[in-house]
């Protein structure tokens, strides 16, 4: 299989803070992973791109100082939505393309509401 | 970024009915994916697709690669009401690539 979890599923936080995001493969590993949002009733946008060990690329329109996106580890990617406002309110989800294949697993998504 | 064109945009069908929707691209793909999502839930890979022409079935489920690699069709065979959901298309121009998204087939099993 190629299962990818997301950690938290919710979150309600209050405007100002951050939250970060976990997105891990389970058991496969991922060269590169994908950050979506998600807003009701339509496709998912993408957010930005990450390797492992190397900088996320950003889509247009994406602010990389107020979404920092870690990939450490060949399983593990993190989102960090800083200062967080109600517009940033939406899902969000990941996913991991696994190494060797061209073929892209998604997490569960995380719901943000953001007081 | 770029969205792929997928239709159609929502069903309405009847149990036990055959469903069609397809995508199509501008540009071509090495890969094309196919993923059901839930409410509230993240996408589930249905097929995917890796050479033009390609023909693959997964259950009550059929994706064909198009061969000028710029669509591909999914087709559901008697359908039952755990199809309802939002069918979203994939494409991928090579490994590593982002992955640009159709604008989603909204499913709706009447029973």
């Known amino acids: 299989g190629a299962v990818v979890s997301q950690h938290p599923s919710r979150v309600i936080c209050k405007s100002g803070t951050s939250v970060k995001i976990e997105c891990r493969s389970l058991?496969?590993?991922?060269?590169?992973m994908f950050w979506y949002r998600q807003f009701p009733k339509q496709s998912l946008m993408l957010m930005a791109t990450s390797n492992e060990g190397s900088k996320a690329t950003y889509e247009q329109g994406v602010e990389k100082d107020k979404f920092l996106i870690n990939h450490a580890s060949l399983t593990l990617s993190t989102l960090t939505v800083t200062s967080a406002h109600p517009e940033d309110s939406s899902f969000y989800i990941c996913?991991?393309?696994?190494?060797?294949?061209?073929?892209?697993?998604f997490g569960p998504g995380t719901r943000l509401t953001v007081l | 970024g770029q969205q792929l064109n997928q239709s159609p945009q929502s069903m309405f069908i009847q149990e036990g009915e055959d469903v069609s929707m397809n995508c199509t691209s501008s540009s071509i793909f090495n890969t094309w994916l196919w993923y059901k999502q839930d409410p509230g839930e993240g996408p589930v890979l249905l097929i995917a697709l890796y050479k033009a022409g390609e023909l693959t079935s997964n259950g009550r489920l059929t994706a064909q690669f198009g061969i000028t690699r710029k669509d591909s069709f999914l087709n559901i065979s008697a359908s039952i009401p755990s199809d309802v959901g939002i069918y979203f298309c994939a494409g991928q121009t090579g490994a590593g690539n982002q992955f640009y998204f159709g604008t989603g087939t909204s499913l709706t099993v009447i029973p």
């Open positions: 058991d496969f590993q991922a060269t590169t």
């Open positions: 996913s991991g393309e696994k190494t060797g294949t061209d073929t892209q697993y």
